[in-house]
T-cell receptor, first 113, second 114 residues
Framework: AQSVAQPEDQVNVAEGNPLTVKCTYS??????LFWYVQYPNRGLQFLLK??????LVKGSYGFEAEFNKSQTSFHLKKPSALVSDSALYFC???????????FGKGTRLSVIA | DVKVTQSSRYLVKRTGEKVFLECVQD?????MFWYRQDPGLGLRLIYF???????EKGDIPEGYSVSREKKERFSLILESASTNQTSMYLC?????????????FGDGTRLSIL
């Protein structure tokens, strides 16, 4: 069975500092990994995905994520955080095939001015 | 851009009522999904559908049913609403074409059962 863990419920970072939101996964085959962001009272917005190839994936709004197969991790990163990045972030995974995404419980990011 | 539209942003219903949540997507996606989102529990899959008139149970289907009579529309039905079904409900859609397709979400329906 597929699963995703986001070990931190909350991440606080100062504006201008780098941010990392952690995600680890478990799948039986090759992982297909996704990050989403949710602003208050909105649905989830797709940020980026890892399918294959380069371990560093670039996405929307300056976010990137690093795939590490040996550590089964897919951490979300941004070099310089903005207050407007404050939101709820979800990591998701599926293995090969047309199956629904499995989501982590989410990490709330607060960027403080 | 893909647009997934949920018919109501906020809905208040009473215990025992039959409740319909509607979702429409405009990108000819084969797959459609219903999740509920609760604090500390993340997103949990209720039902999904790969095609018209097809449905599959997700992780928490009890107390819910779905209908997909047209490709663009996927309805979630609470047969007899209960207070523990108070939640945020999110609809999503995606292309059938395999593992690399993201799911696209609507803005959600915040449902309160009194």
């Amino acid at each position: 069975a597929q699963s995703v863990a986001q070990p931190e419920d909350q991440v606080n970072v100062a504006e201008g500092n780098p941010l990392t939101v952690k995600c680890t996964y478990s799948v039986s085959g090759n992982p297909y990994l996704f990050w989403y962001v949710q602003y208050p009272n909105r649905g989830l917005q797709f940020l980026l995905k890892y399918i294959t190839g380069d371990n560093l994936v670039k996405g929307s709004y300056g976010f990137e994520a690093e795939f590490n197969k040996s550590q089964t991790s897919f951490h979300l990163k941004k070099p310089s955080a903005l207050v407007s990045d404050s939101a709820l972030y979800f990591c998701a995974v599926r293995d090969a095939g047309n199956t629904p995404l499995v989501f982590g419980k989410g990490t709330r990011l607060s960027v403080i001015a | 851009d893909v647009k997934v539209t949920q018919s109501s942003r906020y809905l208040v219903k009473r215990t025992g009522e039959k409740v319909f949540l509607e979702c429409v997507q405009d990108m000819d996606h084969e797959n459609m999904f219903w999740y509920r989102q609760d604090p500390g529990l993340g997103l949990r899959l209720i039902y999904f559908s790969y095609d018209v008139k097809m449905k599959e149970k997700g992780d928490i289907p009890e107390g819910y049913s779905v209908s997909r009579e047209k490709k663009e529309r996927f309805s979630l039905i609470l047969e007899s609403a209960s207070t523990n079904q108070t939640s945020m409900y999110l609809c999503a859609s995606s292309l059938w074409q395999g593992s690399n397709q993201p799911q696209h979400f609507g803005d959600g329906t915040r449902l309160s059962i009194l």
